[in-house]
C-alpha cells in the first residue's frame, strides 16, 4: 500500500540548534532508498507503508538509543491505487493554480 508521510523528527534537551542532530536522522531517510524531500520543518517519504514505517522507526531510534527525549510529528497520506503522490500532488495544484 504506497503511502506518502510529512515526519518531522526532533530531540529534546540538546540545545538551542536541532540542524547538527536532524542532520543524522534526514541521513538515515536519505539513505533508505525511498523517495524523500526535505524541507524546513519536515521530510516527506514515499513508498510502501512497511517500508516508510520502517524508516521512521529507525530514524526516531536514532536519538531513542542514545538516551534522548524525542518529538514525532507524523501525517501519513495512504491512497489506494495511486504512485507518486510526492510529485503527483504538486503537478495537479500546479494544473489548478494555472487553469489548466
Not at 12 to 24: F, K, L, M, Q, R
Not at 58 to 68: L, N
Not at 75 to 86: F, L, Q, S, V
Request: charged share 25%; proline share 3%; hydrophobic share 35%.
Amino acid at each position: 500500500m504506497n503511502t506518502l508521510v510529512a515526519v518531522c523528527i526532533a530531540p529534546s534537551g540538546t540545545g538551542d540548534e536541532y540542524a547538527p542532530y536532524v542532520a543524522e536522522v534526514v541521513k538515515i531517510i536519505r539513505n533508505s532508498g525511498l523517495k524523500c524531500h526535505t524541507y524546513s520543518m519536515f521530510t516527506e517519504i514515499e513508498g510502501e507503508w512497511d517500508d516508510v514505517m520502517a524508516v521512521v522507526k529507525k530514524s526516531t531510534q536514532y536519538f531513542t538509543d542514545k538516551g534522548i527525549r524525542t518529538s514525532v510529528v507524523l501525517k501519513a497520506d495512504i491512497r489506494p491505487g495511486y504512485t507518486n503522490m510526492m510529485d503527483g500532488k504538486i503537478d495537479r495544484l500546479n494544473k489548478a493554480i494555472e487553469g489548466k
